[in-house]
């Protein structure tokens, strides 16, 4: 077996950070003015946001393990990315997420029961984008990035001042599709933020294998400017999300965020990362925990995070108990189901594969009635 690596944060580059792990705020000309406007409540809301997010997750892998959901991906360690930069968008905004931005859909106002029923399987999709301003999870690796890209196009030749942003991790950023999103943004100009969120591990591979260099740097290259953020610090996030979203909205085009944080856990519950990577290399992220981070800013303000922190966790444990008892409710759907939310206009091409499909179903429908007339004819004719 391979010997576990350490992940390396890639070339120490700088990065964009507000508050350090020690919960110090630093002074910064340029991004500063982004977030001027956060004061101890804003920021409170933040933790909460962030501690909802964690708790969830976690009801998401203990679901998994009891046999409730058949997949999990966890999002631990990677709240401030998700929480900072959802916060920054406006209502219009449009959201293509990859199958980890749990703590995004939360944002923009998806149920846990809903995010759960792609995984519990008993639908393909737990909410109607179009309500929500985002995408339903995207599993094909980098697939997002262009359909973001494609969107923001069609929002700026609509004279819209919405943007979209894309979120992936850094082992997407080898997909031809991420490559081809940020050429087609770049040359059209298009009003989308690009989010990658640097976790260090494509599933078990460590980013410096991916890039021998920041990939924010790659930016460059198509044209675009990027920024490297501390990812576990919620307000550098929320600052260069508000600043880079800003610049698409008044036609100065994309950006690519490089959010470097950690996934704490697997890559999903059916990962272990024990195979590829240290416990030591854990333990430093541990260490530079975004929740923590942002407690430890919130009592150098004098807030009293004691009792932010109960009520935060009370929250948290109400929507785990809410979360669990809806999961266990949700039941399977009519198998031709799956063709219901296929076009917004029915046509005859899915018609006839919705009929054959229907036939298909029937050949076991018959299988059984004959099995039973068989097992009735054995036992001496019908019961």
Not at 10 to 27: C, Y
Not at 31 to 58: K, S, Y
Not at 155 to 171: C, L, V
Not at 301 to 321: F, K, P, Q
Request: charged share 25%.
């Amino acid at each position: 077996m391979t010997p576990p690596r350490q992940a390396v944060l890639t070339k120490q580059a700088p990065m964009v950070q507000l508050i350090d792990e020690a919960g110090s705020r630093h002074p910064d000309p340029e991004f500063d003015p982004w977030v001027r406007d956060i004061g101890p409540a804003e920021l409170t809301a933040l933790h909460r946001d962030m501690v909802m997010a964690r708790r969830l997750d976690a009801e998401g892998t203990a679901l998994q393990r009891q046999g409730e959901l058949g997949l999990w991906p966890p999002l631990a360690g990677q709240e401030a990315a998700q929480i900072g930069s959802a916060r920054a968008l406006h209502p219009d905004d449009f959201v293509f997420s990859s199958y980890r931005e749990h703590a995004v859909a939360w944002c923009r106002g998806v149920t846990p029961t809903e995010l759960m029923q792609v995984w519990r399987g008993t639908a393909l999709s737990g909410w109607d984008p179009a309500e929500r301003n985002m995408a339903v999870p995207q599993i094909i690796i980098g697939a997002q990035a262009l359909h973001a890209t494609g969107y923001a196009m069609g929002a700026a030749w609509d004279g819209s001042d919405s943007a979209a942003i894309a979120y992936f991790g850094d082992g997407a950023t080898s997909e031809g599709d991420v490559s081809e999103a940020l050429v087609f943004a770049a040359s059209f100009n298009a009003p989308v933020v690009f989010f990658c969120q640097n976790n260090q591990w494509a599933i078990s591979e460590p980013v410096d294998l991916q890039s021998k260099q920041p990939l924010a740097q790659r930016a460059a290259g198509f044209g675009m400017p990027g920024v490297r953020v501390d990812g576990n610090d919620v307000l550098a996030v929320m600052a260069a999300t508000r600043r880079a979203l800003d610049r698409a909205r008044h036609g100065a085009g994309p950006t690519l965020i490089e959010a470097v944080t950690y996934r704490l856990g697997p890559h999903t519950t059916a990962d272990d990362p024990t195979r590829y990577r240290t416990e030591d290399d854990a333990r430093v992220w541990r260490d530079r925990d975004p929740i923590a981070r942002v407690r430890a800013a919130l009592a150098a303000t004098g807030s009293d995070v004691e009792a932010l922190v109960r009520e935060a966790d009370d929250a948290a444990a109400r929507a785990a108990m809410e979360l669990r008892a809806g999961v266990t409710s949700l039941t399977e759907r009519p198998p031709l189901s799956v063709f219901d939310h296929v076009y917004a206009e029915p046509n005859s091409q899915l018609e006839r594969q919705r009929a054959r499909y229907a036939r298909y179903l029937d050949l076991f429908e018959a299988e059984d009635e004959a099995e039973a007339e068989a097992e009735d004819e054995a036992e001496g004719g019908p019961r």
